[in-house]
């Protein structure tokens, strides 16, 4: 019994600390404008190149958002064919120009390398004077070691060495009160019974 309610509670600690999403982060490894910090013309499209095979987590991109406005239809082309498209949702903003936020889609897309364009319905696209539009692109940071898990090794891995020792402790305990109570009943019997023949016996 004390087994099966250390397991329930490992695995109930378990899937409190487990987060629903996978607990490797998200880390940048493109942006289009070289992570540009300038003021910004606005565009509907961008074009850019990737030069490696990307597994992507989050596509990104920087965007002059209308009162009210909280999505953003999207659509990307390789190398001249429709690859993607998806509506973008408005994020973290700008501290200072709140009209300023990310469009983010959690995309999870394997994107080949090569020469992409982005089109979107309005010219609000913040565009790198002299460069394209603002596109950045994520990927799951797998360097990132979960922090729950010293937890969860604290929680389970006691248990093949704590837990079968507590039933051969109870049944110890339990095997010596009865060999005590035992003895001690056969020995009083057994000095009845000794009384009762020597009174019958005539020595």
């Given at each position: 019994m004390r087994r099966i309610t250390l397991s329930?509670?490992?695995l109930f600690f378990l899937l409190i600390l487990l987060p629903g999403k996978s607990l490797a982060a998200d880390k940048m490894v493109f942006d289009s404008t070289n992570n540009?910090?300038?003021?910004?013309?606005?565009?509907?499209k961008s074009e850019w190149t990737l030069s490696e095979d990307l597994n992507v987590?989050?596509?990104e991109i920087w965007y002059n958002w209308n009162q009210g406005e909280t999505k953003l239809p999207v659509?990307?082309?390789?190398?001249?064919?429709?690859f993607a498209s998806f509506e973008a949702t408005r994020t973290s903003c700008d501290p200072y120009q709140g009209q300023w936020c990310n469009a983010d889609f959690q995309i999870n897309k394997l994107f080949p390398k090569g020469t992409y364009s982005t089109k979107i319905?309005?010219?609000?696209?913040?565009?790198?004077?002299?460069?394209?539009?603002?596109?950045?692109?994520?990927?799951?940071?797998t360097s990132v070691s979960p922090s729950i898990s010293p937890a969860i090794s604290e929680v389970i891995s006691p248990t093949p060495t704590i837990i079968p020792n507590v039933p051969v402790v109870t049944q110890c305990a339990k095997c010596s009160?009865?060999?005590?109570?035992?003895?001690?009943?056969?020995?009083?019997?057994?000095?009845v019974v000794f009384i009762l023949i020597r009174k019958k016996l005539p020595f």
């Open positions: 329930f509670l490992a540009y910090l300038g003021s910004c013309q606005l565009t509907d987590t989050v596509f659509i990307i082309t390789k190398d001249g064919v429709e319905p309005n010219a609000r696209q913040c565009l790198k004077p002299g460069g394209t539009g603002a596109v950045r692109i994520y990927i799951a940071d009160c009865n060999s005590i109570v035992t003895v001690g009943v056969t020995a009083v019997f057994s000095f």
